[in-house]
């Protein structure tokens, strides 16, 4: 697990590349070592995550048969339905990155991945309190929206840069995580029978 200056430094380096700027890769450790420690920042982005969780879970009380789930695999649902959201593209991508002429780029963009998930969950984390603390209205769900769609777009552009600039690429792995991410989450709720979204 990194200590905060290096998740820090690693955030800065994610933002810049975000932002259009290849520097960014250097402030990055695409070593062996960097690419297994770039998942740990599932554990960072945990809390921003759960907080979503918490979110769905308070504005659309459960009733009926699903009220009786206890907290326990309500949020175990959540949880794995976000794992294999999270994991299941990488995954994929090592497995085609040969194929498909990745086989040098595959580092440096999941490590990018990586860390740029987690900076996007704490960037956004202020949505969830404000969903919380007012409630779901008309405001907040255009705001959810803008959420959304600048999500994608920073991912894109990341993924953008992380490839050494492949928009083709980009897109097609961007639109492969909605895609996966959405089919996740549709597999743990046919497994376990709670509603995730």
Known sequence: MPNLDHVLNFFSGVALLMAGRAEGLKRLDLSADGFWQSFSAMLVALPPVALSWIEFETSAPRTGT???????????????????????????????AKRVGY???IVPLVVAT??????????????????????????LSALGLLVTIASIALTVRLIYMATGKDMAGAAIITIGMIVISLISYGAVMDLT?????
């Open 66 to 96: 699903a009220a009786g789930y206890g907290a326990v695999p309500v949020y175990g649902a959540h949880a794995l339905a976000d794992f294999l959201a999270w994991t299941l593209p990488i995954l994929i991508l090592m497995l085609v």
């Open 103 to 105: 086989s040098r780029k």
């Open 114 to 139: 990586n860390w740029g998930g987690a900076l996007l969950a704490w960037v956004f984390a202020p949505y969830w309190l404000l969903m919380l603390a007012l409630g779901p209205g008309n405001g």
């Open 193 to 197: 029978g709670i509603r995730l979204i």
